[in-house]
């Protein structure tokens, strides 16, 4: 099984993948372990001190005025674990959690938190046991960091509430750590405020968000090129010379896309040869490399973000390499929080121009010579009539959750906390419209490639015939009377979700963009 090292500099996004999805174990380095002992000797010094210093020797938040006697220390740490652990509604996926737990590890390995190096090891621990904390929907403001999901997660480490072992059952988190031979960990000064104190919840899904969306744009220049074809359109939009007088990197990545999976087909191109031939095609059809363009931009953007995440220590007070334990205000979640809306925004948009090709598939005073809404025996048969409807009840919702979570913000803590970034939910809800994508896309999938094959007598390009044979292949039907459709939406929601439809594409086009 790959191991992921952790040392003092951060990680990557794919290392989160892998512990988050691929259930990679987990080391520290040397390097990492020295550095936790070295700040810990720090707090240390501090905790014997009769100064107060906050998060050693202080309550929190708006209690940090009242200095905490030693004999005391131990309880306030619990104490901070359990009142903050109180999180409520559904449980939070495990990859998610996983990330969390993963990320936090990340800030602890850095040296900057104060934390003796058993701490950081029995994290890494339950990570490599498969023992996954119980974390629900709600609790986080994305401020003060993640702070009920990861007090949830802090409690496991304790010994206490609720986790998924590795069988998938949820079971006392105590009795989960004696069957893996893990001790349950006795925290002291500093520890139980540094392991509630970063983004790693919005962090970790804007990393996954960012891998699923990577297959997602890909896969919607496929989709885009299928309909181009399916409407008998024309390739010549998409010559780089067009692309190259506005510069967008991600205008002329879609672009290149489309034209390679378009490259030898003989559908293009026949826009001027009907009765009512057409100058150029429609905005969702001629415009499909401007939108997925400006989509992945924002990504590169996000992704940028990300980046500088992955290589920050995020807590609050933090050890700094001259000796200083110093307050600071790195755990807002702002810089995430703005990234994740801004996806939901650029994904949301995407639905919706796919959902606008499907509609023109099925309309047949706008399809050029399709038969109504793709029906074998139309009136009869009502083909992707209601295909289409549920395309566009998931463009709908899409629309509704590309409203910013980062514009609001609810004030917390006695005022202490008066501004908050609301990373967590702009993070669940784009999970939410990343799904709703994957659907569309399946739909105008399942839509374009019906519409090739009634093309009878027009050969598609052998990438377009690539994608339809794979989509054959994997259990999704192709032209023909009234069937249930559900089935054939769900497998094709899997093909394209799995990588499959990038997958079969890219022998005969190779790498897109």
Wanted: aromatic share 4%; proline share 6%; charged share 20%.
């Amino acid at each position: 099984m790959h191991t992921v090292v952790l040392g003092t500099s951060g990680t990557t996004a794919q290392d989160v993948i892998d512990v988050a999805r691929h259930g990679a174990r987990i080391e520290l380095s040397p390097e990492a372990v020295q550095a936790l002992a070295a700040a810990r000797a720090v707090v240390d010094a501090l905790a014997a001190k009769p100064e107060p210093v906050y998060g050693v020797s202080t309550g929190f938040g708006a209690l940090a005025t009242r200095h905490i006697s030693p004999e005391l220390r131990a309880q306030l740490q619990r104490n901070i674990v359990r009142s903050h652990a109180a999180g409520m509604g559904p449980r939070v996926e495990r990859e998610v959690v996983r990330a969390l737990m993963f990320l936090r590890l990340k800030t602890l390995a850095s040296g900057h938190t104060g934390v003796r190096p058993e701490v950081a090891q029995t994290m890494a621990d339950l990570l490599n046991a498969g023992i996954t904390p119980v974390v629900h929907e709600y609790g986080s403001l994305g401020c003060s960091g993640d702070l009920a999901p990861l007090s949830h997660c802090a409690l496991a480490l304790m010994g206490e509430g609720d986790a998924e072992g590795p069988d998938g059952t949820v079971r006392p988190a105590g009795e989960l750590l004696a069957a893996a031979g893990i001790e349950p960990v006795e925290l002291r000064e500093k520890e139980g405020l540094a392991l509630l104190n970063g983004t790693d919840g919005m962090l970790g899904m804007l990393v996954m968000a960012l891998a699923d969306l990577d297959n997602l744009y890909k896969s919607a220049d496929i989709t885009a090129a299928l309909s181009l074809e399916a409407l008998l359109g024309t390739e010549k939009v998409l010559e780089p010379e067009l692309h190259a007088i506005r510069p967008h990197p991600g205008q002329g990545a879609s672009a290149a896309n489309m034209l390679a999976v378009l490259k030898d087909s003989g559908l293009t191109g026949h826009f001027q040869e009907e009765e009512a031939p057409r100058v150029q095609d429609a905005y969702s059809v001629r415009c499909a490399p401007q939108v997925a363009g400006a989509g992945r931009d924002t990504m590169a953007h996000a992704r940028l973000v990300a980046e500088r995440e992955l290589a920050a220590a995020v807590d609050n007070p933090v050890v700094l390499p001259d000796g200083r334990v110093a307050s600071n205000g790195n755990f807002h979640g702002a810089p995430v929080a703005y990234v994740l809306d801004f996806l939901a925004i650029a994904a949301a948009d995407l639905g919706s121009i796919a959902e606008r090709r499907t509609d023109r598939l099925l309309d047949k005073n706008r399809s050029h010579g399709l038969p109504p809404f793709l029906a074998d025996d139309a009136g009869v048969d009502s083909g992707l009539m209601i295909a289409q409807y549920t395309q566009a009840a998931l463009v709908s919702e899409m629309k509704r959750l590309a409203v910013p979570a980062s514009a609001d913000s609810i004030p917390s803590s006695a005022m202490q906390e008066d501004h908050v970034s609301m990373g967590w939910s702009a993070a669940r809800k784009l999970r939410t419209a990343i799904g709703n994508l994957n659907r569309i896309i399946a739909v105008e999938l399942y839509a374009a490639t019906r519409g090739i094959e009634l093309r009878r007598g027009l050969t598609p390009a052998p990438a377009s015939q690539a994608a339809i044979t794979a989509l054959r292949e994997a259990g999704v039907q192709g032209p023909g009377p009234d069937r249930f459709l559900a089935p054939d939406l769900e497998a094709a929601d899997a093909f394209v979700r799995e990588g499959a439809l990038v997958a079969a594409v890219e022998p005969v086009t190779g790498p897109l963009a």
